[in-house]
């Protein structure tokens, strides 16, 4: 949580972020998904989990004068499940940024399963 002119700023949907293992997630949500691919993986129904994966949608560019950082795509995890690629996030709200980066995402990346967990 972030402190702001010495105020606690709460999160937007007042979500509350929690340490796992050293990875924080911004969900209480988010990190009981954590807990439950671990144990996929140790069940073997999963393998190769990543935590925070970041995928690049536009590449950093110049045009004129003017330098465009380069723009990503970070998902909670991914995985491999049954020989597929599973990039997965976790969502409450979906907003319209997010729903635009997830289109980018499946165009770009069309051999990856986007699996959205609510």
């Known amino acids: 949580m972030a402190v702001i002119n ?3 700023k709460l999160n937007k949907y007042n979500a ?7 990875y924080k997630f911004d969900s209480l949500r988010e990190g009981a998904r954590y807990e439950e ?9 999963i393998t190769d989990l990543k935590i925070h994966p970041k995928y690049e ?5 110049i045009r004129g004068d003017k330098t465009h950082q380069a723009r990503y795509y970070i998902s909670d995890f991914e995985y491999i499940e049954d ?3 599973v990039t997965e996030d ?3 709200v ?15 990346y069309p051999i990856r399963v986007l699996r ?3």
């Open 57 to 61: 949608l536009v590449p950093k560019f």
């Open 6 to 8: 010495g105020k606690r």
């Open 37 to 45: 691919l671990k144990i996929l993986v140790y069940a073997n129904q």
């Open 16 to 22: 509350k972020r929690i340490t796992i293992d050293g």
């Open 83 to 85: 020989g597929y690629f």
């Open 90 to 92: 976790v969502k409450g």
């Open 94 to 108: 979906i907003t319209k940024l997010a729903s635009w980066k997830m289109n980018q995402f499946e165009f770009q």
């Open 116 to 118: 959205i967990v609510k």
